[in-house]
């Protein structure tokens, strides 16, 4: 009933003093010794301090906690602001002396929970860009990794994370560039497998199965490996494509040969226009489709062989017209050959059957080539010699123009005489310089070839030398005939003579005829024919030679016209024979 009582809602407010007062009642009406009761309130008084200490033991120890929370709590932001590199926050949380530890915990948690989020977002930054470099890098490498990169959360910063950036823009930059390089050599690629005509598919994914045309660019693979097998490949391509173009290049050559040989119409060479078409393209400058295929090589070697076989029937007749072609290089540089016997040497070879045809035209390709060789060692002398016996001419119609008495007379067209006769007078000056040239020019030629120039078999210092001693002889009999003048004649017609020996523009013609242009007609100077000899006759003239005479051979030019051609007797009689 005591407890009751005492717990009893009407009994008021339950302290420690009415408990007590309730207590010593009980003791009252039960009858407890003072001992007893002293007994008693020690044992409470000593429960009393057992439950106070227990709640200040766990009042302490809650207190550690929370001062091991809020350490904790600095430490982790000091760990948080050192990773990410911010020190704002610091400024922003209290000192333990500001305030009690719950507020400094409430102080700090705002700021920790920032820095947490903050650091999550950074984390993710990390492995994001980190991912995208463990991803280029494997490319780059050639093989791609599936491992999550591991982020390192001491290091959190933006420096940090900017030079991760950095990497990643240099890795995308390079990336970029090995994607365009691999892009071009597939481009060359697949230009060289159109014009070698190869499967472009089968080649270029046997480097890499990625470089087919139907993935995207971005999915190509770039690594080392395979830039470096395209790199090959296009090497390969590029000398197979040499080699062919030499070799379609031989049998363009050989099928014009051959055509040229035969006279093949235009018809059938149109049908190979396009091998033909590259015989003298670069390797570059072929890009046509198919122009290097096997296909087309093989056609024109076929279409060779066959033609190889017609020549070897058609035999004779090629043969003769290479040997006309040599005798035509041989007529223009004015050697003198021997054709008759030269075609009844290949007739004879042919038809003993001990020469094969190609041994044959290949040795007649051999003569013609020395043949362009001589010719052109002989060019240099030839066009000098053109150029003398075009001036021995000019030279024969001046002395033709000063022997005509009417030279100065008022006819039509003299006076056109008189201006080529002051052209002729200065090219005529030039001869003595021309020919001493063409002597020196002509020893050094036959002491570098150990031979005679010949021009159209007449050794050509001896034509020179024959020449110097007409231009002296004719000079001592101008000379006699001006002195026999200055006896004969009076003043007046001595003076008249003078002036006719050079004829000047200013004094007027006379009223009979002009002289015409005698330049290829011969005259008292030279023939046609351009063999040199000495006249005869004792006033020093030349007479014009016959009709017959003065007709050139087809294959050789004329000789000096101020060379006069007399009879075989006439130059036995005055000068001995030239060699």
Not at 168 to 196: G, M, N, P, W, Y
Not at 222 to 231: D, F, H, K, Q, V
Request: proline share 3%.
């Amino acid at each position: 009933m005591v407890v009751t009582d005492a717990e009893s809602p009407h009994l008021g407010e339950i302290t420690c003093g009415t408990l007590l007062q309730k207590l010593q009642e009980i003791w009252d009406e039960v009858g407890e010794s003072d001992e007893e009761r002293d007994k008693l309130l020690l044992q409470i008084e000593q429960e009393c301090l057992h439950v106070y200490k227990k709640k200040v033991e766990q009042a302490a120890k809650s207190r550690a906690e929370l001062l091991q929370t809020l350490s904790d709590a600095n430490a982790e932001l000091s760990s948080l602001t050192t990773s990410l590199g911010e020190k704002s926050f610091v400024n922003c949380i209290p000192d333990k002396s500001s305030g009690t530890i719950k507020e400094q915990l409430a102080a700090i948690a705002p700021a920790l929970e920032q820095l947490w989020q903050q650091k999550d977002e950074r984390v993710r930054e990390f492995s994001d860009v980190q991912s995208q470099i463990q991803k280029i890098c494997g490319e780059i490498a050639g093989g791609l990794s599936s491992e999550v990169p591991i982020v390192d959360d001491s290091d959190l910063s933006l420096k940090k994370l900017d030079d991760f950036h950095n990497q990643l823009q240099e890795l995308q930059k390079e990336k970029t560039d090995r994607l365009h390089k691999v892009l071009e050599f597939v481009s060359s690629i697949h230009d060289l497998c159109a014009v070698l005509g190869l499967d472009f598919l089968n080649t270029v994914t046997e480097v890499h199965s990625s470089l087919d045309e139907e993935t995207s660019a971005q999915a190509k693979s770039i690594s080392n490996e395979t830039l470096s097998r395209l790199a090959k490949t296009v090497l390969t391509l590029k000398d197979d494509k040499k080699q062919r173009l030499q070799k379609l290049q031989e049998l363009a050559t050989q099928l014009i040969d051959l055509w040229n040989l035969m006279d093949t119409p235009e018809e059938e060479r149109e049908l190979f226009d396009h091998v033909t078409c590259n015989i003298s393209a670069s390797v570059d400058e072929v890009t046509t489709p198919g122009a290097l295929a096997h296909d087309l090589i093989k056609q024109a070697v076929v279409e060779v062989d066959r033609l190889d076989q017609l020549k070897a029937s058609r035999m004779k007749e090629i043969a003769f017209k290479k040997q006309s072609e040599l005798e035509e290089i041989y007529t223009r540089a004015h050697v003198e050959t021997n054709p008759e016997s030269a075609r009844e040497r290949i007739m004879s070879l042919i038809d003993s059957g001990n020469v094969e045809p190609t041994e044959l035209l290949a040795d007649m390709d051999s003569q013609i080539a020395k043949a362009k060789e001589e010719a052109f060692s002989r060019k240099d002398i030839l066009d000098r010699v053109e150029k003398w016996m075009s001036l021995c001419e000019e030279e024969s119609w001046l002395e033709d123009y000063n022997r005509d008495q009417n030279r100065y007379s008022a006819s039509r067209g003299a006076h056109l005489n008189l201006k080529r006769a002051e052209k002729a007078r200065v090219m005529v000056s030039k001869i003595p310089a021309m020919v001493d040239t063409l002597v020196a020019k002509t020893r050094a030629w036959e002491e570098e070839h150990s031979m005679s120039f010949a021009y159209d078999g007449v050794p050509l210092l001896a034509m020179l030398d024959e020449y110097g001693m007409l231009r002296q002889e004719r000079e001592e009999e101008k000379r006699r005939l001006r002195e026999q003048k200055k006896v004969q004649e009076q003043p007046h017609v001595e003076q008249d003579t003078a002036f006719s020996t050079r004829p000047s523009p200013a004094r007027p013609m006379s009223a009979k005829k002009p002289v015409g242009a005698r330049a290829n007609n011969g005259g008292a100077n030279g023939t046609p024919n351009r063999r040199l000899s000495l006249n005869a006759n004792q006033n020093g003239s030349r007479s014009v030679a016959k009709e017959g005479g003065r007709k050139e051979s087809l294959n050789r030019p004329a000789a000096p016209t101020n060379y006069v051609a007399i009879s075989k007797e006439e130059a036995a009689d005055h000068v001995p024979a030239s060699p």
